[in-house]
């Protein structure tokens, strides 16, 4: 079982920034692929980006040059930066995990997922 806790969601105006962590507490950590996926009101989950262990990234095209995904092994966290945020960035991002070395932009592909923090972006 691996434990998944966001945090450093809240309210910026259009056109600020706000960074993601995910902390995922186990021995694994540095072997899994780690994603972020967002949320909003009556729609689907959507992919927003993801990392291998190997520092390698994919971008949903939404948020391609906006947002960052990184991760720290050491500290067992992976981070979304996110600037230039817009209206439509509003959802609640959820923090997956999954435990191979390929990006796969469905949610279904990853079995672990963290409870969620919300963004909110005002115009």
């Known amino acids: 079982q691996v434990q998944l806790v966001e945090s450093g969601g809240g309210l910026v105006q259009a056109g600020g920034s706000l960074r993601l962590s995910c902390a995922a507490p186990g021995r694994t950590f540095s072997l899994y692929t780690m994603g972020w996926f967002r949320q909003a009101p009556g729609k689907e989950r959507e992919f927003v980006a993801a990392v291998t262990w190997s520092a390698n990234t994919n971008y949903a095209d939404s948020v391609k040059d906006r947002f960052t995904i990184s991760r720290d092994n050491a500290k067992k966290t992976v981070y979304l930066q996110m600037n230039s945020l817009k209206p439509e960035d509003t959802a609640v991002y959820y923090c997956?995990?999954?435990?191979?070395?390929?990006?796969?932009?469905?949610?279904?592909?990853?079995?672990?997922w963290g409870q969620g923090t919300q963004v909110t972006v005002s115009s």
């Open positions: 997956a995990a999954r435990g191979t070395a390929v990006i796969t932009t469905t949610p279904g592909g990853y079995p672990y």
